[in-house]
């Protein structure tokens, strides 16, 4: 079974930064796509980055496109997200995902089977 486990979130002030951590077990990062997604409390799940391993794909949303960056460390096994410049509005629990496929379409969380159990960033002055 794929497994990812999540790390990094904490509480930061809005133009502060975080880096989150998605390391695998079990399997090796070089073939497989991994998404980031966040989900606030009351709204819907959604893909904040993703990053696949077949075709060098790479999505960030516009919401954050200037601000975080997805990338992957293929010795360490594992898939970072920089976020610089934060802002009140990223506050959610960020989880990490992966699937057996290599790449995405449109990094979707239903395109993922495997997640981690999330961490809490929370931006606040």
């Known amino acids: 079974q794929l497994r990812v486990e999540e790390s990094g979130g904490g509480l930061a002030q809005p133009g502060g930064s975080l880096r989150l951590s998605c390391a695998a077990s079990g399997f090796t990062l070089d073939y497989s796509v991994i998404g980031w997604f966040r989900q606030a409390p009351g709204k819907e799940r959604e893909g904040v980055a993703c990053?696949?391993?077949?075709?060098?794909?790479?999505y960030h949303a516009e919401s954050v496109k200037g601000r975080f960056t997805i990338s992957r460390d293929n010795i360490r096994n594992t898939v970072y997200l920089q976020m610089n410049n934060l802002k009140p509005e990223d506050t959610a629990t960020y989880y990490c995902?992966?699937?057996?496929?290599?790449?995405?379409?449109?990094?979707?969380?239903?395109?993922?089977?495997?997640w981690g159990r999330g961490t809490q960033v929370t931006v606040s002055a």
């Open positions: 995902a992966t699937d057996e496929w290599g790449t995405f379409t449109d990094c979707s969380p239903q395109e993922f089977e495997y």
């Open positions: 990053i696949s391993s077949s075709d060098g794909n790479i």
